[in-house]
C-alpha cells in the first residue's frame, strides 16, 4: 500500500512537471511569435501594406535624424553650419549604406529561411550577422577617425563650412557602432515579418534626438557638433530599446558572451547575398557625393540647396524605398516557401502602392518648390539655386516606385548580384557621367546637375526589366528546392 502511494505521488509529480513543461514552452512559443509573422498566407495587398506602413514611418522618422540637425542648425547658425552638416552627413551615410546592404542581405536570408521551416539555419544566420558586424562596425570607425580629414578635402568642401563639417563628422563617427547595431537588429525583426517594433524604437529615439538638437545647438551653441552629439546618442538609444525587447521576447540570441559566433557557411552567404548590396548602395551614394563636390565647387549657396534638395529627397522617396523594402522581405518568406506566382503579385502590388504616392509628391514638388526649400533656409540666393535643381531631380520620384519594387523582387529572390550591377551601372555609367556633362561641360548648372537623377533611375529599372523578363529570378539562391 504504501508502495501504491509512493508510486502515485511519483506519477503526479511527473504529469506536474510535464505539464511545467509544456506551459512554459508553451510561453517561449507564444513570445517568438509576437515576433514572427507568416507572410506567405492571407491577402497580399493587406499584408504589404500593413508591413509597409510601419516601415515607411520608421524609416521618415530615421531620416527626420539629419533633417532635425538641418533645420534647427540653419536656424541658429547659418548656411555654413547647413553646408558642413550636409557634407559630414554624406560621409556618415556611405558607411550606414554599407551596412545596410549586408543586414538586407540578413533580412532576405532569414526571411527565406523562416519561409522553408529551417530553424537552425535562422539560429545560425543572427548569430554570425551580429557578430561580424560588431566586428565590421569597430574596424570602421578607426579607419574612418584616421582618413576623415583626407576625404574632406576630396569632396572639395567649401572653406567656410570646412570645420563645421570636420566637427559633425568626427562626432558621427563615434556612434558607428550604435548605427550598425540598430539596423542590424531592424532587418533581423523585419526578416520575421515584423516592421512594427523597429518603428516604435526609432520613435521614441528621433523625439530624443530634437530635444537634444535644441538643447545643444541652441542653448549652448554647439553648432554642427551638438548636432552630431544628439544623433549619436539618439541611434544608442535606439539600439538598445532593440536590445531589451529581444531579450525580453527569448530572442534566438541571448547577446551573452558565447553567443558571438561566426559560422562560416552562414557568413559566406551572408557576404554573397549582403555585399553585393553594400557595394552598390556605397557606389550610389558615391555618385551623389560626385553631385554635391560638383555643387560645392559652385559656390556655398549652391553647396546648401543641393543639400536642402537632398533631405527633403529623403522624405520624398521614402514611400518607393519603404514598399520596395517590404516587397523584398515578403518575397524572401515566399520564395523560401516556394510560392513564385505570390512573390511576383507581391511585385505588382509594390508597385502600383509606391507609385500612387510618389505621384503625388511630384505634383506637390513641381507646384511649390520656393516654399519647400524655403522650410530650410530662406536665404534668396540658397531658395533660387534649390529651385533650379529640384525642378529637374523631381522628375526621379515618377521612376523610382518601378525600379525599388523591381530591385525588391530580385533581391528577395536572393539575386542580389544583379541588383548591384544595375545600381553599379547606373550610378557610374550615367549619373555621374551625366552631372558632369550637363553640370559642367555644357553648363547648365544645378538644372542640369539635378537631371543626372533621373535618367541614372531609368536606365537602373530597364535592366532590371529585361532580368525580370528572362525569369531567372524565380530560383532562389538561398534555398535549394
Known amino acids: ?11 503526479i509529480s511527473i504529469i506536474d512537471r510535464k505539464r511545467t513543461d509544456y506551459n512554459y514552452m508553451s510561453s517561449i512559443n507564444m513570445r517568438k511569435a509576437s515576433i514572427e509573422r507568416n507572410l506567405t498566407e492571407g491577402s497580399v495587398v493587406k499584408l504589404l501594406i500593413q508591413f509597409a506602413m510601419p516601415f515607411m514611418l520608421s524609416s521618415l522618422i530615421q531620416t527626420l535624424y539629419n533633417v532635425a540637425d538641418m533645420l534647427i542648425v540653419g536656424n541658429y547658425c547659418g548656411t555654413a553650419a547647413i553646408s558642413g552638416v550636409n557634407i559630414g552627413g554624406q560621409i556618415t551615410l556611405i558607411l550606414t549604406n554599407l551596412i545596410i546592404g549586408l543586414t538586407a542581405g540578413g533580412t532576405v536570408i532569414i526571411g527565406q529561411y523562416l519561409g522553408s521551416d529551417d530553424r537552425k539555419g535562422v539560429k545560425e544566420t543572427i548569430s554570425t550577422l551580429i557578430t561580424f558586424l560588431l566586428v565590421v562596425g569597430i574596424g570602421f570607425t578607426i579607419i574612418m577617425l584616421i582618413f576623415s580629414d583626407t576625404v574632406l578635402l576630396l569632396m572639395q568642401t567649401p572653406e567656410e563650412s570646412y570645420q563645421q563639417a570636420r566637427d559633425y563628422l568626427d ?6 557602432i550604435f548605427i550598425f547595431g540598430y539596423n542590424a537588429f531592424s532587418a533581423i525583426l523585419r526578416g520575421f515579418g515584423d516592421s512594427r ?6 520613435t521614441i529615439a528621433c523625439s530624443i534626438n530634437v530635444v537634444l538638437d535644441i538643447l545643444l545647438v541652441g542653448v ?3 553648432e554642427a557638433k551638438g548636432a552630431a552629439i544628439a544623433t549619436v546618442i539618439s541611434q544608442a538609444i535606439s539600439m538598445i530599446l532593440c536590445i531589451v525587447y529581444l531579450i525580453r521576447s527569448d530572442f534566438a540570441f541571448d547577446f551573452r558572451l558565447r553567443s558571438f559566433r561566426i559560422f562560416k557557411d552562414r557568413l559566406a552567404k551572408i557576404v554573397k547575398i549582403g555585399l553585393p548590396l553594400s ?4 557606389i550610389v551614394n558615391f555618385s551623389f557625393l560626385v553631385l554635391t563636390a560638383i555643387a560645392n565647387s559652385m559656390g556655398v549657396n549652391a553647396s546648401a540647396a543641393v543639400g536642402i534638395v537632398g533631405k527633403y529627397n529623403g522624405f520624398a522617396i521614402l514611400p ?8 523584398s522581405a515578403m518575397v524572401a518568406q515566399n520564395m523560401g516557401a516556394g510560392a513564385v506566382d505570390r512573390a511576383k503579385k507581391t ?5 502600383i502602392l509606391a507609385f500612387s504616392i510618389t505621384l503625388i509628391v511630384f505634383t506637390v514638388t513641381q507646384m511649390f518648390p520656393g516654399e519647400i526649400l524655403a522650410v530650410f533656409d530662406d536665404d534668396p540666393d540658397t531658395v533660387s539655386a534649390g529651385i533650379e535643381y529640384i525642378r529637374t531631380f523631381s522628375i526621379d520620384y515618377l521612376i523610382v516606385p518601378a525600379t525599388f519594387c523591381l530591385n525588391g523582387l530580385i533581391t528577395g529572390s536572393g539575386h542580389t548580384l544583379i541588383s548591384s550591377v544595375c545600381g553599379i551601372l547606373s550610378s557610374i555609367g550615367f549619373r555621374v557621367p551625366m552631372a558632369i556633362l550637363f553640370g559642367l561641360v555644357l553648363h547648365k548648372g544645378l538644372w542640369g546637375l539635378g537631371l543626372a537623377a533621373p535618367i541614372a533611375t531609368l536606365a537602373s529599372g530597364l535592366i532590371q526589366f529585361i ?3 528572362t525569369g531567372k529570378w524565380k530560383k532562389s539562391t538561398v534555398i535549394k528546392q
Do not use: E, H, K, W
Open 197 to 202: 517594433r523597429p518603428l516604435i524604437f526609432v
Open 1 to 11: 500500500m504504501q508502495s501504491l502511494s509512493i508510486d502515485c505521488i511519483i506519477f
Open 467 to 469: 532580368y525580370y523578363a
Open 279 to 282: 557595394i552598390q548602395n556605397v
Open 220 to 222: 549652448y551653441g554647439m
Open 347 to 351: 511585385f505588382y502590388t509594390g508597385f
Open 320 to 327: 518607393a524605398i519603404a514598399v520596395g523594402s517590404s516587397v
Open 171 to 176: 562626432v558621427t563617427l563615434l556612434g558607428t
